[in-house]
């Protein structure tokens, strides 16, 4: 068997970013670290921290008065930010600085007096944290049949923005929609969807019809992870989603002869290296990577962890 290992897969800067700070909480700050929600959505990421004792909730009256909390990377809302307040807790902010900038175009164009149309999908915590900046000029616009359904008050008033971890050809569909509909309707100067997202998608894009059958890595919760087995599939290409070795199907490689790897920006690359391990080990697989994007990019630690030193190279548990 042939396998192609995509590059860029895997962390991206934001998820390295919040995995580093819980890191960092977990070796210099007394215990019990608190994260609210999935720090990023994968299981073996979330499963690893949890062994190592970190509890992490979905709401904050889990937390005692005082303790340590982190935000996860897909940022929160206002809401949740004075409640931590009320409670006293040591709030360690890590969300992905890309999300940030959206949650601030959304307090922008609010303040302004637009109507925001968020592009996403509804229950994602990202999206849960950006209508939380403005709840009452945000409408969510999942589809480009959501767009018909509209009913805006000024239309001279509109503006859109995006999850950042869309499908890019999902997003454009929406956006020409509603470009069609509201000519006028204002956008950000940048790109809201993750660069990441936007790279990894693109190796699939461009990968998949190389290959007989596409292995994604990351967890079923991963928006950004989903849509990269959908564009394979949509493209002919039979995907399988998985959190690692453990749910490969041997039926799947039935005349199989050449497989794309990739992995979702929040899935660790010491579970790739599990899944090539496992089809050399079952198909003698030789492993071709594949460069379409060289990424340098980087965010800084949270700046409640800045003033303590700690390298920026190795996360423990998580790289090999």
């Known amino acids: 068997m042939k396998v192609i290992l995509a590059s860029p897969r895997g962390f991206c800067a934001g998820v390295n970013m919040a995995i580093e700070a819980l890191e960092l909480a977990l070796q210099t700050l007394p215990p019990p670290i608190y994260v609210y929600h999935e720090i990023v959505h994968n299981k073996y990421v979330v499963e690893h921290f949890k062994a190592r004792g970190v509890t992490f909730v979905d709401h904050l009256t889990e937390v005692p008065h005082g303790a340590t909390l982190l935000f996860s990377a897909h940022g929160v809302s206002p809401e949740i930010r004075q409640v931590a307040r009320d409670r006293d807790l040591k709030a360690i902010d890590a969300t992905c600085p890309l999300v940030t900038k959206v949650h601030l175009e959304a307090i922008r164009y609010a ?22 900046e403005a709840p009452e000029a945000i409408l969510l616009v999942e589809s480009p049949e959501d767009v018909a359904r509209l009913e805006v008050s000024d239309e001279a008033k509109l503006a859109y923005l995006t999850q950042t971890t ?35 998608q693109e190796a699939v894009a461009k990968l998949a019809p190389e290959a007989e059958l596409t292995l ?91 003033s303590i030193a700690a390298p920026r190279d190795v996360v423990s548990g998580l790289t090999r």
């Open 111 to 132: 303040r302004d007096g637009y109507t925001i149309l968020l592009i996403g999908h509804e229950g994602h915590d990202e999206v849960i944290g950006t209508m939380g």
């Open 166 to 200: 869309l499908s890019v050809d999902d997003a454009n569909r929406i956006i020409t929609k509603l470009r069609e509909r509201f000519p006028q309707i204002n956008s950000p100067p940048k790109d809201d969807i993750c660069y990441a997202t936007q790279n990894r």
């Open 216 to 306: 994604v890595l990351g967890s079923q919760n991963s928006s950004n992870s989903q849509r990269l087995a959908e564009l394979s599939a949509e493209r002919g290409i039979p995907a399988y989603l998985i959190d690692g070795a453990e749910n490969i199907h041997l039926d799947w490689f039935e005349g199989i002869n050449t497989v794309l790897v990739t992995a979702g920006a929040s899935a660790p690359e010491i579970v790739v290296e599990s899944v090539l391990d496992f089809l050399r080990e079952k198909f003698e697989a030789t492993v071709e990577v594949r460069s379409l994007r060289e990424e340098a990019v980087s965010f800084p630690l949270p700046r409640e962890l800045r």
